[in-house]
């Protein structure tokens, strides 16, 4: 036993040595390594909070060593060029996640970074966007532009060319990975692997499988719109019909039946609008005063939240629009625009509604022109297509003077085409809230009194992100109340009905809702966690806080009577479909994921990410968490469980639906079984 023991302490010393000697003649590949492994747990450190997990430490470890090795292919003079570029990529790989994780709260797309480049390029908004922080992975390629140097100036290269033995390093590269890859497969177990390869709860993959392993499932993902045919579809089709046979979307018939019928209808889509401006005010100042007398005037949906994944704006309008949730890689009006899909817009149209969309923005922004043919609109007026660029605010045309010149317009079709469904999407509120400067009536100073009478006046809110935000969102604001009354000077608000959805939360980090409520006038900085006055504000408080408002409204007295009052339970964007065709008596559609909320009892959101929230419980996937909503509500056994599964099948069956083409597929397939 003890010459066992005295062996393997040898040969643990002489892989040691070797790993030594390896290391000092392989010193480009060992910067090359250690430089995007320790990226790899800044992006984690700086997103998901996640360094001492061993787990994506193995997964980086064994991606970058297999695509290390390839660099032994190249002749020494060569193999820094090699070695370089992958820096440069695998350094981009992290800047960019990390800049989008700052702003979305996820992680980005190959589907995506197109689109992505053009928000940034239009905006000009780059370094508002970029923190501090995300320069840091600079360093990775610029430490081994150094060690190069460095090398080539003790003259490394020419004595390794006389001792290269580039195979055997490559041999050896591989064991190497191949030992951290069985490391990284011990830890894994099969829902990790099920989630790596559905894709939808990213934050789980890059805690678990590391953020260069998580981007490369996510462009193989991203390339399957061109190989979804070949792969799958068998049981995708399987899922979707057992599905469907077990949900059949019943016919609603409530209270609130047809109440609507024939009128026309305004679908505003009001970008970036939170829940929570409708109750804040700024120095006596409402922010969104027009907003919350709408909701007290009409039916006001106070637990209301968007479901979008990295689509963002689009996840809102394919969602509301299908009753489907959106894509779980890339989004669907990039990469999936080319399928079919019931959609409200298609009912109002099969019920003989003129139907179409307005934009300040260009007609290529989330390949909307595209998509919107695909939903169902017979138009789409937008930027200087349609509108005279008489006032660029941000991204594109204001919203006050998009809203001016749409009410003509809209004027226009109604006296031309009769009924009509219209969605407007507004742009002023769009990350990142610039372009108004001063030009507001809100002040965003804090003012207060000594106790010797001395008036102090901070610049508080004034520079923050959040601040601009308030600011960008009460312009949005009055340009909506302004908007209410062009209708009216139109004659259009009388046989109207209004309807009002905040498209996502404003992304803005939970440090500034730190900053918000525990600012100190006193002493002009943010109270510490043991002040008596401090507020938490826990990221439960931030993600529950996410809510946006969705409004249904008519000038109508009589109905406005009949549909006045609070729905405080949970609802999501994808009920808004069913909820409105049973209202306006259009067809709903049988592939539906949402309800009519007023045809059901049994009120719950599911989130692309597999969260999802009751009228009891949010539940964290990610995390395994639960926070309970209600003191007093029975949480019976199983209850998580229950609702864990649905999420699970629902986001697979939306994903398959506009993956494989299913519903236009199946229907395809059923007419020629049937001989038609």
């Known amino acids: 036993m003890k010459n066992f023991g005295h ?16 290391f000092k003649s392989n010193v480009l590949f060992t910067a090359f390594v250690i430089s995007s492994l320790i990226n790899g747990i800044l992006l984690r450190l700086f997103t998901v909070k996640n360094v001492t997990s061993i787990s994506p430490i193995f997964a980086d470890m064994t991606f970058i060593l297999l695509v290390g090795s390839f660099g032994y292919f190249f002749k020494p003079k060569h193999r820094f060029k090699y070695y370089i570029t992958l820096s440069i990529v695998l350094m981009m790989v992290c800047l960019i996640n990390s800049i989008y994780y700052t702003n979305y709260i996820s992680f980005t797309s190959f589907s995506l970074l197109a689109t992505s480049f053009q928000i940034i390029g239009v905006s000009d908004a780059l370094q508002t966007i970029m923190d ?38 490559f041999l050896k590269v591989l064991v190497a990975a191949a030992i951290s890859a069985a490391f990284f497969a011990s830890t894994l177990t099969g829902t990790d692997i099920s989630r790596l390869y559905k894709q939808w709860n990213r934050e789980y993959v890059v805690m678990k499988f590391g953020i260069y392993i998580y981007q490369g499932n996510d462009l193989i993902a991203s390339l399957k719109p061109q190989i979804s045919p070949l792969f799958g579809y068998d049981k995708a089709a399987k899922e979707f019909r057992e599905y469907y046979e077990e949900n059949k979307m019943e016919k609603s018939d409530n209270e609130y039946t047809d109440i609507f019928k024939d009128k026309n209808v305004l679908v505003i889509h009001a970008e970036s609008i939170m829940n929570y401006l409708l109750d804040t005010e700024i120095n006596g100042k409402q922010i969104a005063p027009n907003l919350k007398r709408l909701a007290s005037e009409g039916m006001y949906f106070s637990n209301f939240y968007a479901q979008e994944s990295v689509g963002t704006s689009s996840d809102t309008e394919f969602t509301l629009s299908t009753s489907l949730l959106p894509a779980s890689s890339g989004t669907v009006f990039v990469s999936y625009y080319d399928r079919y899909y019931p959609s409200i817009q298609k009912s109002f149209k099969n019920s003989n509604y003129y139907v179409f969309s307005m934009h300040a923005n260009k007609g290529n922004y989330w390949n909307r022109e595209a998509m919107h043919k695909t939903l169902g609109y017979d138009n789409f007026y937008y930027y200087d297509k349609d509108y005279k660029l008489d006032d660029i605010v941000g991204l594109g045309l204001s919203d006050k003077s998009f809203f001016k010149q749409s009410s003509k317009i809209i004027k226009k079709i109604k006296d031309k085409k009769g009924k009509y469904y219209g969605t407007l999407l507004m742009l002023t509120n769009h990350t990142p809230f610039e372009g108004l400067g001063d030009n507001t009536d809100l002040d965003l100073t804090y003012k207060y009194t000594k106790t010797d009478g001395t008036e102090v006046v901070n610049s508080y809110l004034k520079d923050t992100t959040l601040g601009k935000y308030f600011t960008t969102s009460h312009y949005a604001d009055e340009a909506l109340g302004e908007f209410i009354n062009e209708l009216e000077e139109e004659g259009l608000l009388d046989d109207l009905v209004i309807v009002i959805y905040g498209d996502h939360d404003s992304k803005i980090k939970r440090a500034e809702y730190d900053y918000y409520y525990n600012y100190n006038p006193e002493t002009d900085s943010i109270r510490k966690s043991d002040d008596p006055e401090y507020k938490e504000y826990t990221k439960y408080d931030y993600e529950l806080n996410r809510k946006v408002p969705f409004i249904i409204w008519t000038k109508d007295k009589k109905l406005s009577k ?53 009228d009891k419980l949010y539940y964290d996937s990610q995390n395994d968490e639960a926070v309970v909503l209600d003191d007093k509500a029975v949480i019976e056994a199983g209850y998580i469980d229950k609702y864990s599964k649905r999420a699970e099948q629902e986001i697979a069956v939306s994903n398959d639906i506009i993956v494989h083409d299913l519903i236009k597929k199946i229907a395809e397939s059923d007419k020629v079984l049937k001989g038609e």
């Open 132 to 169: 501090l922080q995300d320069f840091s992975y600079i360093w990775a390629p610029l430490m081994l532009i150094f060690v190069h140097h460095k090398l080539k100036k003790s003259g490394y290269y020419s004595r390794l060319r006389e001792k290269n033995k580039a195979r055997v390093n």
């Open 7 to 22: 062996k393997f302490f040898d040969l643990l010393s002489k892989v040691r040595k070797e790993v030594v000697i390896f």
């Open 562 to 614: 009949k549909i006045n009052k609070e729905i405080t339970y949970p609802v999501g964007m994808y009920d808004v479909f069913p909820t409105l065709a049973n209202m306006f008596g259009v067809e709903n559609s049988k592939y539906s994921l949402g309800h009519d909320v007023f045809n059901t009892d049994n009120h719950f959101i599911i989130f692309p990410n597999s969260n999802f929230l009751t």
